[in-house]
């Protein structure tokens, strides 16, 4: 048995004889007790609460004896509650629109047909889309554009399909009605875009890997 010294554990186990031994102590009088059973060949003595930096990687102590690390030196300052300001408000009464202008954010509107029109005019033209799973390569291009302008301009995650075809109908070929419909249903099933059902209405967002993406 490994000569460890300081606070040990010894732990022996037989399930067929039944015999489950633990005993924890000083090193020595643990080996005592051990020798005394008749266990030294068997079972398994580990190290407990003693200084890591006084142990070697095998588990077996230093010349160095171990010492108690003791509170550290500097905890801090003390807690001082009456520093935590304490707000009370009725449920319901907060206004987090006027919240967010007080702290300099502006709460998020949803883009017109029209600005989004104006916005998509002054985008460089893009590289048409590559892969083999895209049919008609500047369209999605474009409609990536768009959509790119709608989350991070706007903040919103999704427009509907009327806001798409009024804003971008000739950048997506023309499409307009079921066709438009159909174009983004195939861009769903790819897996580009999202579909949010809201209402009597359906609107698009792009996936988060996809907008991301290059080509």
Do not use: C
């Not at 108690?68 to 030196?73: F, H, M, N, Q, R």
């Not at 502006?106 to 033209?125: C, I």
């Not at 799973?133 to 999605?140: F, G, L, R, T």
């Not at 959509?147 to 999704?158: F, M, P, Q």
């Amino acid at each position: 048995m490994q000569e460890l010294r300081g606070y040990v554990r010894y732990r022996f186990r037989s399930e067929e004889d039944d015999v489950d031994v633990l005993l924890e102590g000083e090193a020595d009088w643990v080996r005592s007790i051990v020798a005394e059973l008749g266990l030294r060949k068997v079972g398994w003595m580990m190290p407990m609460a003693v200084d890591s930096t006084n142990i070697s990687n095998s588990g077996l102590a230093a010349d160095i004896e171990s010492t108690p690390s003791g509170k550290p030196k500097d905890m801090g300052p003390e807690p001082d509650p009456s520093r935590i300001p304490v707000i009370r408000r009725p449920i319901g009464e907060l206004d987090l629109v006027a919240k967010l202008v007080e702290v300099g954010l502006e709460q998020p509107t949803r883009p017109t047909s029209d600005e989004l029109r104006d916005q998509l005019a002054e985008v460089e033209e893009p590289h048409p889309a590559q892969g083999p799973m895209v049919k008609d390569p500047m369209a999605e291009s474009w409609l990536k554009e768009l959509l790119r302008l709608v989350v991070r301009k706007h903040g919103e995650t999704a427009i509907s399909t009327e806001t798409i075809a009024l804003a971008a109908s000739d950048y997506l070929g023309d499409r307009e009605g079921l066709e438009l419909e159909l174009f983004l249903e195939s861009m769903f099933r790819a897996g580009k875009i999202v579909k949010v059902h809201g209402g009597g209405s359906t609107g698009w967002g792009p996936s988060p890997a996809w907008l991301a993406s290059g080509l």
